[in-house]
């Protein structure tokens, strides 16, 4: 079964400071991706990457920026967490030669910011 | 712009009952549709998917068909469990490969 790990649960993180959001797949995934989930809004797409060191703006990228050094892992950064941030954060990955298939998903991060 | 749009829930059923939540979509050629469900706690799975016109998804007594004509992929389960309480999301993935969701059909199933 493919795995994508998202490495806490949950967080609670102070206004201003610098989040780091860790996801890691095993299946050798070229895309992977950040959304995040709030009631009402469905899931919103933040930032996206085809493939190492290239990265995408989805339709919320303000306030957030990606890093994907290697390829098993995507990292979502607050620079500066606002209480506006909390939320559910799910990461995603695909492989580029699968794409009629859904995407898997991570168990999610929830976010509150104080 | 592309979009997905699903009734609004929660929608609360009998053990046993008829379940339907609507789905419909926007979108400029044929995109894939996905439901997605996402038990308490948990993220995302796919639950079943279609990718043309008439194509039927099914999985776990959940079935969706794709009506192009109707711009709609409906999610049925003749009759549903307790198990099934979990949130629901229809699903499109657009010609530019990007997939975009629904708000999401909270479902609750009693004894």
């Known amino acids: 079964d493919v795995k994508v790990t998202q490495s806490s649960r949950y967080l ?6 610098k989040v780091f959001l860790e996801c890691v797949q095993d299946m050798d995934h070229e895309n992977m991706f950040w959304y995040r989930q709030d009631p009402g809004l469905g899931l919103r797409l933040i930032y996206f990457s085809y493939d190492v060191k290239m990265k995408e703006k ?4 303000e306030g ?8 098993e892992r995507f990292s979502l950064i607050l620079e500066s967490a606002s209480t506006n941030q909390t939320s559910m954060y799910l990461c995603a990955s ?9 995407y ?3 168990s999610g991060t929830r976010l509150t910011v104080v | 712009g592309d979009s997905v ?5 929660p929608v609360t059923l009998s053990e046993e009952a008829f379940l339907t939540i609507n789905c419909t979509y926007t979108a400029t050629g044929y995109p894939s549709l996905f439901w997605y469900v996402q038990y308490p706690g ?4 796919l639950l079943l998917k279609a990718t043309k016109a008439d194509d039927k998804g099914s999985n ?4 969706a068909t794709y009506r192009k004509e109707t711009t709609s992929f409906h999610l049925e389960k003749g009759s549903v469990q307790v198990s099934d309480s979990a949130v629901y999301f229809c699903a499109l993935k657009n010609q530019g490969g990007k997939l975009i969701f629904g708000q999401g059909t909270e479902l609750s199933v009693k004894p």
């Open chain 2, 42 to 45: 948990e993220g995302l799975q």
């Open chain 1, 94 to 102: 695909r492989s580029t030669g699968n794409t009629n298939y859904g």
């Open chain 1, 104 to 106: 898997t998903f991570g």
């Open chain 2, 5 to 9: 749009t699903q009734m609004e829930g």
């Open chain 1, 58 to 61: 989805g339709d919320i990228p």
């Open chain 2, 60 to 63: 776990k007594g959940f079935e």
């Open chain 1, 12 to 17: 609670v993180k102070r206004t201003g400071e």
């Open chain 1, 64 to 71: 957030y920026s990606v890093s994907r050094e290697k390829k």
